[in-house]
């Protein structure tokens, strides 16, 4: 079975939003397997909590992520 497991700032992403990440991660493994991979492939999108992540040691916060 397909498997996608996006982790996104929690609230940053609209239900439709996350709908469009669904359906096009679903079309790229169909795109790759076939029609058949479609009732199979199971895409996840969890939302973490400002502050429950981190990369290199430090902690990552929504701030850090918008900055530019």
Do not use: C
């Not at 079975?1 to 996104?8: D, E, G, R």
């Not at 709908?19 to 996840?44: C, F, H, K």
Request: proline share 4%; net charge negative; charged share 20%.
């Amino acid at each position: 079975m397909p498997f996608a497991n996006f982790k996104v700032p929690a609230g940053t992403l609209s239900a439709e939003q996350k709908q469009t990440i669904v359906a096009r991660t679903t079309d790229l493994y169909v795109e790759l397997y076939g029609e058949r991979a479609r009732p199979n492939t199971m895409v996840l999108v969890d939302e973490v909590v400002d502050g429950g992540w981190g990369i290199g040691g430090g902690v990552l916060t929504l701030a850090d992520l918008t900055e530019h």
